[in-house]
């Protein structure tokens, strides 16, 4: 059973992650607008990898007993000043959810809530390829500086990216028991 501050707490990650999709979306919107259809796939691919951590979270919560609340999402920049400044944004994004996880992280521990902690230990490892995977794109971009043929080039390899459910996640709800 989840404490009401550990679930009013993943509740709030439900929602910053339903929030990422919301972000990662309107990046690729951006990047279709530019003509980068590359780019627009891989934040499609993010955009839903965000939304299968958000089912997750509401699958966890759903199990440990609490009650899923799901609030607004604020609306995500549109525009960017450029392909570069866009994935710098993804960084600073993805920093501050793993900044997020780990004050969970801190709440189950301070909870001796161990179910969760184990939950959420998944969240960390997934931070961690985040981050670098981001990290490596926007160094890659900066190399690339003003040459577009090397932008185009990054862009036909990022299109190559394909979403793929986590195991063991599936984005339907589990059938009645």
Known sequence: MLSEKMARALNEQLNAELYSSYLYF??????????????????????????SHAV???????????????????APPSRWDSP????EAVTKHENKV????????????AERDHATNNFLQWFVSEQVEEEAGVAEIVQRM????????ALFMLDRELGQRVFTLPPGTTLVAPAAK
Not at 30 to 40: E, F, I, P, T, V
């Open 56 to 74: 997750k979270f509401y699958d966890f919560i759903s199990e440990r007993g609490g009650r899923v609340l799901l609030s607004s999402i604020e």
């Open 84 to 87: 570069l400044a866009m994935f």
């Open 98 to 109: 793993t900044g997020l996880i780990h004050q969970l992280v801190d709440l189950a521990i």
């Open 142 to 149: 900066r190399l690339a500086g003003e040459a577009q043929g």
């Open 26 to 51: 309107a990046m690729a919107a951006y990047c279709r607008d530019l003509g980068l259809n590359g780019c627009a796939r891989w934040m499609e691919a993010q955009a839903l990898e965000e939304l």
